[in-house]
Nanobody
Framework: QVHLVESGGGLAQPGGSLRLSCAAS????????ISWFRQAPGKAREGVSCISMNDGTTLYADSVKGRFTISRDNAKHTVYLQMNSPKIEDTAVYYC?????????????WGQGTQVTVSA
């Protein structure tokens, strides 16, 4: 069974930083992609970033490009989301999900989410 566990959320100030982790287990193949999504209250889930585990190709939403950096550790099946200069509008529950390739709809494998709150 595929399991995804997010961690690293918390409180951040504008201009600060936060690093989220998504630990995946239950499989060993590198040919997959991990996406970060976020959802604020009353809003739909929004794609934030994605990384292909096999070739490292990355994808970013325009709203976070230049501020967030996604990276991977294939040996640990872990994906990180470095959030620099977070904004108040970045406040949301952040989820990771497993898919086939970046840009394609993800499957049914989601983590439980980790809360990120950006406040002065």
């Amino acid at each position: 069974q595929v399991h995804l566990v997010e961690s690293g959320g918390g409180l951040a100030q504008p201009g600060g930083s936060l690093r989220l982790s998504c630990a995946a287990s239950g499989f060993s193949l590198d040919s997959y992609a991990i996406s970060w999504f976020r959802q604020a209250p009353g809003k739909a889930r929004e794609g934030v970033s994605c990384i292909s585990m096999n070739d490292g190709t990355t994808l970013y939403a325009d709203s976070v490009k230049g501020r967030f950096t996604i990276s991977r550790d294939n040996a640990k099946h872990t994906v990180y989301l470095q959030m620099n200069s977070p904004k108040i509008e970045d406040t949301a529950v952040y989820y990771c999900a497993k898919g086939s390739v970046c840009g394609a709809p993800v499957g049914n494998h989601w983590g439980q989410g980790t809360q990120v709150t950006v406040s002065a």
